[in-house]
């Protein structure tokens, strides 16, 4: 099954990336803008991206507090992300998304894009927690 | 043709962004570690990578001054670093690599690799910048 897989080492322990995620304000760091509460398992949350007016909803199917979220997104795909505490001073994030067509004719399209999209999302998580940098995000251009 | 494209705006004149580009030392603020001189039109230059203990040349086949440099890499693709200045506040970088075979069966995947390299390398280089911050490189895990 076509999937993208991304991983980035962040020098952080594995409750400061989780917070970041699941915290509605803290998303707006690196990532949306905004999400409509705490993530928590079997809510649906609204992600804001104030940069071009727009939003969508995801479905929380499970959290494991520090370790683990799968969500459903807008699209169907199913997307996990993994913390992999190494020591208390760094944390590998993996994410998965799972559920592209492979009879999709744009489908390599898609999981490039798809790419861009968690490699962007990733490097910003990290400024944001290592640095204290808030504005990288949003600067893709399509 | 398959190729890559990738673009992110920076906060920063050209010239400054294309500076950090060909200074052998201020690369490696963001992307390759260092590289052996100067880029400069006809040059081969070495990139060197410590963290990966690896090495390889690329050759500069064109240099326009803070608005184009194109080169040839290890696997042969062609790429063609645009720099698109808005006014003297920022600067839209356009990445294109080109030369993927597409009847590689590994298109796919060598394709998703590149764009991850790309987007990573260009986010770094915008926190480098921008907040002058030179340890978000290096930390993508294979």
């Keep these: 099954m076509m999937k993208n897989l991304t991983k980035l080492k962040i020098e952080k322990p594995a409750n400061e990336v989780f917070e970041v995620i699941v915290d509605p304000v803290k998303i707006g ?19 804001r991206y ?3 007016n727009a939003e969508g909803k995801i479905e929380i199917v499970k959290v494991e507090e520090n370790r683990k979220i799968v969500f459903r997104d ?3 795909h199913v997307v996990t992300i ?3 505490e190494q020591n208390t001073l760094s944390t590998i994030i993996e994410v998965i998304e799972e559920g592209f067509d492979e009879n999709d004719p744009e489908l390599i399209e898609k999981l490039i894009d798809n790419k861009e999209g968690w490699v962007y999302a990733l490097t910003c998580l990290k400024a944001y927690l290592e640095f204290d940098v808030t504005k990288l995000r949003a600067a893709l251009v399509k």
Tied chains: 1, 2.
């Design 82 to 84: 993994t913390l992999e």
């Design 74 to 76: 807008f699209d169907e």
């Design 50 to 52: 104030d940069e071009y």
């Design 29 to 47: 760091g690196f990532w949306f803008s905004s999400s409509s509460e705490r993530w928590a398992e079997g809510k649906v949350i609204t992600l």
